[in-house]
């Protein structure tokens, strides 16, 4: 090159070495050719290193973006987090102004949805994009998430209006969208998510950062499963494994919170209902645990319908539904300002379980006792009003379960009257502090005494004599009432046995023994009763086993079953209580029973309420189409025994008769002369 002019390269001819001035001239001819190569040479080494620095340099970028991400991905609080933090550095890091997550549905196999996660340098000029893309939901194979979801590889579209896979290409258009690429978010082949970006210019690919983006979609996989497995280790410890719904932890702490607000704000707030199912542990001896298990979420899948619609009409702030095991449900409403309304709530709870539910095939009834404390009351802490709707709840399961009650001081009272009282019923049986009165059942027909009905007393060492209405609940709460019920069975054929032995009769006095469900529900039961009738040596028939139409209701299949082996050994069976629970008729005479006993509230209603007598009626009749007996219970006056005969009623049982007797004064009625006569009241005696 000379003067900046570049010269071509001359082959000299042999002549032009003649001259010494042209040799010269050839020498610098060839040092010029010489510095030309060294030059273009000089100029590629620093292209070769310039491009290698700019490799470099972006290589560095992008290590620096991954970084970045794994970095914030990690110290990020939830899987939106991280995808929010990677939309930025991307955008970032290479000028596209919007980024955008799909995540699979949870409800719909292989299709992709909005996760409501996105990043616009412009949003108000892309508004019309935004709101489109996150309306828009996407299958398998579809649009360009759709695809990246099918193939779980990068895509990219260099120029959208080119693409005909690509849905939103007119609003992308207008908003300035041209092109796009999209990655997936990986575990293994496992896709978690798509994330996806626009620019408003079109864009060749680029390979190398399309790999780049594959290792950050491997990246996130990591964090995002690392995450989930985080909540899920999270959700288990604050949720119940069987319904979904919180457990104690996550309630203690909620309801720590509204304590924590009441006492700044005491204008807010808040009340706990304390649930306990009643009757549960039948359906669980009797259908087994699976059942219960299905019961348990029929009965939590109808309490959150019902909160939902009476927190909607009742104007409640949060409310939160909790199992706290077992049968026991307990339910935070939190921005009440009155009582009532929790009260209002518990009722809806109450009212839910009036229907049926269908458990394998078996029609079954529930109810619920039911607690409500709030925090009129000047609650400083969670556990004392947890503890007093607990109180608030036996209060309800001892008034006779399938009802709402308030909590009010008194029961404070009666807590620790329980919990004493618990403790001397469980040393009873040990004293022998137990013992039997025998109430006789009459024959309205031959005026005669047929048999007596086993009643228990629990008599203290002290001489106090303790109410039955005190003891038999707590029995049966504690379970101490199956032990008891078979030292009852015991006891009372025993004396049965002798009876029949010092006074016998055509037809032998027959014992009625009250079995509670607890105790009608062991799986050793007919094998109790078999051999409490073999030891005895009483007939079978001349035992009556009295049950309530509830132990049915749980399960009529199973009760069929232990029924049936009962009347196959001969022992017979009356349904107690008639009338008070929920009996199906439709039912009632598959059952084999053999006797009804009309409930107290009926006969006692025959001449206080007009619809007394009617009810009395169908009952007797009833009975004698399914050709029952009938005994009426809480005979207590003459209108009652000469209204009761004139129905058709066949037994009687009441004050008007005869009170209870100790077994000494049963013995010197049955050692009169004519026990048919002369031991009942002159109506029965004179017919």
């Avoid at 086993?454 to 038999?472: E, M, T, Y």
Wanted: proline fraction near 4%; glycine fraction near 6%; charge should be negative.
């Amino acid at each position: 090159m000379l003067d900046g002019n570049q010269m071509g390269i001359l082959t000299p001819s042999a002549a032009t070495f003649a001259d010494p001035f042209d040799q010269f001239n050839l020498r610098i001819l060839k040092l010029e050719n010489r510095l030309q190569r060294e030059r273009v040479a000089r100029l590629k080494a620093e292209e070769i290193a310039e491009k290698g620095l700019r490799d470099l340099y972006e290589k560095q970028q992008q290590l620096a973006l991954l970084e970045t991400i794994a970095t914030a991905a990690n110290q990020s609080n939830s899987i939106d987090d991280t995808m929010r933090f990677a939309l930025d550095a991307i955008c970032q890091h290479t000028g596209w102004g919007f980024g955008n997550v799909y995540l699979p549905s949870a409800t719909i196999p292989d299709y992709l949805v909005p996760a409501g996660v996105w990043h616009a340098a412009n949003p108000a000029h892309l508004d019309a994009f935004i709101s489109l893309t996150l309306e828009t939901d996407f299958a398998i194979g579809e649009g360009l998430p759709g695809r990246v979801y099918q193939s779980g590889k990068p895509v990219w579209i260099s120029d959208l209006t080119l693409d005909r896979n690509f849905p939103r290409t007119v609003v992308a258009a207008l908003s300035g969208c041209c092109a796009a690429f999209a990655f997936p978010v990986l575990v293994g082949n496992d896709v978690l998510g798509v994330l996806e970006f626009f620019h408003h210019s079109t864009v060749s690919p680029d390979n190398q950062f399309l790999g780049v983006l594959a290792q950050i979609g491997t990246q996130l996989g990591r964090v995002v499963e690392r995450r989930r497995a985080e909540q899920k280790l999270m959700h288990d410890a604050t949720h119940d494994p069987l319904t979904g719904l919180p457990n104690r932890l996550l309630l203690t702490d909620r309801l720590e919170r509204a304590v924590a607000t009441h006492l700044r704000r005491p204008d807010i707030g808040f009340a706990v209902i304390f649930i306990d199912l009643d009757r549960f542990k039948l359906v669980n001896d009797s259908l087994g645990h699976s059942a219960g298990d299905i019961l348990l979420q029929e009965i939590a899948h109808r309490f959150s319908q019902t909160l939902i619609e009476s927190g909607h009409k009742l104007a409640v702030g949060e409310a939160t539904l909790a199992r706290l095991g077992g049968d026991e449900f307990i339910i935070l409403l939190e921005d009440v300002q009155r009582s009532s309304i929790a009260v209002d709530i518990a009722q809806s709870l109450q009212d839910s379980l009036q229907n049926p539910l269908f458990i394998d095939g078996q029609e079954l009834y529930s109810s619920a006792s039911i607690g409500v404390a709030s925090s009129e009351a000047g609650y400083t802490c969670a556990p004392d009003i947890m503890r007093d709707a607990d109180l608030a709840m036996y209060r309800a399961k001892a008034e006779g379960r399938a009802r709402v009650e308030i909590f009010d001081q008194s029961l404070h009272v009666d807590a620790r009257r329980r919990l004493t009282l618990e403790s001397e019923l469980r040393n009873a049986l040990k004293k022998k502090e137990f013992v039997l009165h025998y109430q006789p059942i009459i024959s309205l027909g031959s005026r005669a005494m047929t048999g007596f009905e086993a009643l228990v007393r629990w008599q203290k060492s002290d001489g106090q004599i303790i109410p039955p209405s005190d003891f038999i609940p707590l029995a049966e709460e504690t379970g101490l009432i199956v032990f008891i019920g078979s030292w009852v069975l015991e006891q009372s054929l025993k004396t049965l046995a002798r009876w029949q032995q010092e006074f016998p009769r055509a037809e032998p006095l027959s014992m009625s023994v009250n079995v509670s469900p607890r105790q009608f529900h062991q799986t050793e039961f007919v094998e109790q009763v078999i051999n409490a009738v073999t030891a005895s040596g009483v007939p079978p028939q001349t035992l009556r086993l009295e049950i309530t139409e509830s132990v049915t209701i749980q399960n009529a299949q199973h009760a069929v079953g232990i029924l049936q082996r009962l009347r196959e050994f001969g022992v017979r069976v009356s349904i107690d209580d008639f009338g008070t629970g929920y009996s199906s008729l439709s039912y009632l005479h598959q059952l084999p029973f053999d006797t009804l006993k009309i409930d107290r509230s009926f006969v006692s209603a025959l001449q206080s309420r007009s619809d007394g007598g009617q009810i009395v009626q169908t009952i007797l009749d009833l009975a004698k189409n399914l050709n029952l007996d009938v005994v009426a219970e809480g005979t207590e006056s003459e209108d009652h025994v000469k209204i009761l005969h004139q129905m058709g009623c066949g037994y009687a049982q009441g004050y008007f008769f005869s009170r209870p007797l100790n077994e000494t004064a049963v013995v010197e009625m049955l050692s009169a002369k004519d026990t048919a006569v002369e031991a009942l009241p002159p109506l029965l005696a004179n017919g």
